[in-house]
């Protein structure tokens, strides 16, 4: 499959470059990667995102370049489509993108689609970043810093700075090439996670303030209001990460945070510790994802929500 993909990119002048709606850094660091990529090779390429890049990911070499709206595909040899499971996950313009010729697909999903002959999978990687990075090395493109910076940061995003059970061997391998080339990891880190705008803390510390404990503080809850984010002058992006302080409290298994996305309707997100499985929690609600992180959602009034939840775990309410 690496031999394809080569095909392509040698055999191709004109590219688009894009991911699933939300972009995390996994997304974004691809994403711009690849972009840099093309362009060394003399290429043209469009990064498209139908959503809007996370602030925190704008020092990335690059992230001016990405466009949000895309008028026609016409004239684009082929469409790099990254860390997406299905064609649906780009977003309203998943048609139009489908039409160009070559569309390939690189993600490390479990469940990873059919919608591309030319597919790159492999559900033992952290990231897409870390799959790239391997294509690079079999490809023998030379890796600059601003290549290495992105894929950097989309390791050590999706990893949780190198701390979920995704990372392996190989990502540290990666990711020490990456340093090498010139990827700074203290000023990544320090772009990523000591850039927050005071209101995101201030946010935190009132939802962190609505956290209730159940089944002996084996399962933690916090919730956030449409209400809590007006009043701090927040954004959706502020609220990540959030569920994760819930699971660093000490004997805590699962880790819940409900965030209502718009009236009556609550996005879950889970998070375990260990061997609990989170994954086939979000599917009994028709969500899904990993064992330790997944997420789903439900519809109703907060209260009802909570209850919902808490009910699909089991808790004795
Ligand atoms: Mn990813």
């Known amino acids: 499959m690496f031999d394809d993909i080569a095909d392509v990119i040698y055999s191709s002048t004109t590219f688009l470059i ?3 709606v939300r972009p995390d850094g996994d997304a974004v660091g691809s994403e711009l990667a690849l972009y840099h ?3 060394d090779m003399g290429k043209d390429a469009v990064v498209y995102n139908q959503d809007k890049t996370p602030a925190v990911y704008g020092f990335l070499p690059g992230a001016g370049a990405i466009v949000h709206s895309l008028d026609s595909v016409d004239g684009f040899d082929a469409v ?9 996950r780009v977003g309203n313009d998943q048609e139009k993108i489908g039409s160009i010729g070559k569309i390939v697909n690189i993600d490390h999903h479990l469940s990873v689609g059919t919608f591309s002959k030319i597919l790159l999978t492999d559900s033992t990687a952290s990231s897409t970043g870390e799959m790239i990075h391997r294509l690079l090395k079999k490809m023998k493109v030379p890796i600059t ?6 894929l950097y940061t989309a390791i050590l995003t999706d990893t949780g700075s190198f701390q979920y059970s995704n990372t392996g061997g190989d990502t540290f391998r990666a990711a020490a090439d990456l340093v090498e080339r010139g990827a700074d990891c203290r000023e990544i880190a320090q772009n990523i996670y000591e850039a927050k705008p005071a209101l995101q803390i201030r946010l935190m510390g009132r939802v962190l303030d609505t ?4 089944e002996g503080e084996k399962v933690g809850l916090i919730y956030v209001t449409q209400e809590m984010l007006r009043e701090e002058d927040a954004l959706p992006e502020h609220t990540e990460g959030l569920v994760d302080m819930v699971r660093s409290i000490r004997g805590v298994e699962i880790a819940v945070c409900c965030y209502e996305v718009s009236e009556g309707r609550f ?20 969500g899904g994802g990993h064992m330790n992180a997944s997420a789903c959602r439900v519809e109703g009034e907060l209260e009802t929500v909570v209850r919902i939840v808490l009910d ?6």
């Open 18 to 20: 894009t991911s699933h």
């Open 37 to 39: 990529v093309l362009r």
């Open 80 to 88: 790099f489509v990254l860390d997406c499971s299905d064609i649906s």
């Open 145 to 150: 810093a601003d290549i290495a910076t992105n």
């Open 211 to 214: 956290l209730r404990l159940y």
């Open 267 to 286: 996005k879950i997100s889970l998070r375990s510790k260990g061997k609990t499985d989170v994954a086939r929690i979000a599917g009994k609600l028709g």
């Open 312 to 317: 699909t775990i089991g808790v004795s309410q």
